[in-house]
C-alpha cells in the first residue's frame, strides 16, 4: 500500500524536475547555428528590479536608470534592471524588508529610513555633522565612509554606492524665522529614532510617516511642517502646503544604492565585478542631475511664492539639538571623529 502511494509522488516529482529543468535552460542556453553554447560559458540571463520612490525625472532615478544601463552594456545585454520609480513597488521602509528578502533585487533609498536596520547608518541623521556638500563628500568617499556602505552586509543588504541628496531643511505651514519659532509644531520625519530625538530638542513633536504620506497630511493640517532638502521639497508638492521654508541645513543624509544580499550571493564574480563598477560610475551622472535638479527647484519653489529664510547664524540651532549629538557621541565615536577629520 505504502509503495503504491508513494510512486506517483515520485513520478511527478521526477517530471517536474526535469520540466523545471528544460524550462530554467531555454533562457539561458543559446543555438548558434550547430553551435550550443552552455550557461556556464555565456552566463546567465537576469532581469532585475530597482525601486525608488521618487519620480521619473528626479535625481535619483536618472542615477538608476544610468546604473541599469551600464548593466546592460557591460554584460551585452544579458543583465537587465527595470527601474520602477514613484514607490510602485511601495515605499522605503516596506521595499528595505523586501530586498532583505530578496524579492526585489535592487533599491534606491534614503540613509534615513535604512538607520532602523543597520545602526551603523543612523550617524548621517546626526544634526549639522557635515559642513557642507564638499565635506560630506570627502566623508563618504573616505575609507570610513565606505566601510559604513559594507557595513550594510550584516543586515542582508549590500550596499553599491552613494548618491547626493543635499541638505535638509525644514519647512511649515506658519512662517519660521529662528530656531524657537519650531516650538511645539508637529513635523513629520523619516521614520527613525535619532530623528525623533532631534525633533524632541528643538521642543517640537515627531511625526514619523512614510514620504508618500507627507503631503495629504499637511494639506490636511494633521502635520504643521516637514523637512528636506529643495529637490524633494520641490517634487513632492510640499511647497505648495508648506511655503516657508528655513535654509538651515540640519543633515546631509546620503541615498544609498543597494542590492539584496540574497541576489548577490547567487551572482558570479564576473556579474558581482559589473555590477559594482556600474553602481560606481552612475555616481557622477547622478550628482551632475543633482546639481542640475537642485538649482532648478530653488527657482522653482521661490518663484511659486515660498518664503524662504537664510539662516545666517547656526549657533543657536546647534546649541539647541547639542543634547541629541551628546546621546549619540559614544556610539558613533569612530565615524565621527573620522567625519571631522575629513572637515580639515
Ligand atoms: C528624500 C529621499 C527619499 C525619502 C524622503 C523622505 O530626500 O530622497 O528617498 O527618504 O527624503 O523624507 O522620506
Request: neutral net charge; contains cysteine.
Amino acid at each position: 500500500m505504502k509503495l503504491l502511494t508513494k510512486q506517483p509522488t515520485v513520478i511527478l516529482g521526477t517530471t517536474l524536475s526535469v520540466f523545471l529543468l528544460l524550462a530554467g535552460c531555454a533562457d539561458d542556453v543559446k543555438t548558434t547555428g550547430n553551435v550550443t553554447t552552455s550557461p556556464q560559458a555565456e552566463g546567465k540571463k537576469y532581469t532585475f528590479r530597482l525601486a525608488d520612490t521618487h519620480p521619473d525625472n528626479y535625481p535619483t532615478v536618472l542615477g538608476d536608470k544610468k546604473f541599469a544601463e551600464l548593466v546592460n552594456q557591460k554584460s551585452n545585454g544579458r543583465i537587465k534592471i527595470d527601474v520602477f520609480p514613484n514607490s510602485q513597488l511601495g515605499e522605503e521602509k516596506a521595499v528595505i524588508e523586501q530586498v532583505q528578502l530578496g524579492a526585489i533585487e535592487f533599491t534606491r533609498v534614503s540613509s534615513g529610513p535604512l538607520a532602523e536596520f543597520n545602526k551603523s547608518l543612523g550617524v548621517f541623521s546626526l544634526p549639522y555633522i557635515f559642513d557642507n556638500a564638499a565635506h560630506e563628500w570627502k566623508f563618504l568617499e573616505s575609507d570610513k565612509g565606505k566601510e559604513l556602505l559594507s557595513s550594510l552586509e550584516s543586515s542582508k543588504l549590500k550596499g553599491l554606492a552613494y548618491y547626493d541628496s543635499g541638505a535638509r531643511n525644514f519647512y511649515s505651514k506658519k512662517p519660521v524665522k529662528s530656531v524657537e519659532d519650531l516650538k511645539g509644531m508637529k513635523l513629520r520625519v523619516q521614520q527613525n529614532k535619532i530623528n525623533i530625538d532631534l525633533i524632541d530638542a528643538l521642543g517640537a513633536n515627531a511625526s514619523p510617516m512614510p514620504y508618500g504620506e507627507v503631503f495629504s497630511s499637511l494639506q490636511t493640517g494633521v502635520i504643521d511642517g516637514a523637512e528636506n532638502n529643495y529637490p524633494s521639497y520641490d517634487s513632492s508638492n510640499h511647497y505648495q502646503v508648506a511655503k516657508n521654508l528655513v535654509l538651515d541645513g540640519h543633515q546631509r543624509v546620503p541615498e544609498v544604492v543597494m542590492i539584496s544580499k540574497v541576489t548577490w550571493d547567487k551572482l558570479g564574480d564576473e556579474d558581482k565585478k559589473i555590477i559594482q563598477e556600474a553602481a560606481t560610475e552612475s555616481v557622477k551622472t547622478q550628482r551632475e542631475e543633482w546639481a542640475k535638479f537642485e538649482k532648478n527647484s530653488e527657482a522653482k519653489v521661490k518663484a511659486a511664492g515660498a518664503t524662504v529664510t537664510e539662516v545666517t547664524d547656526l549657533k543657536p540651532w546647534q546649541d539647541k539639538v547639542k543634547p541629541v549629538i551628546d546621546k549619540y557621541r559614544s556610539e558613533y565615536k569612530d565615524v565621527l571623529d573620522a567625519i571631522d577629520q575629513a572637515r580639515k
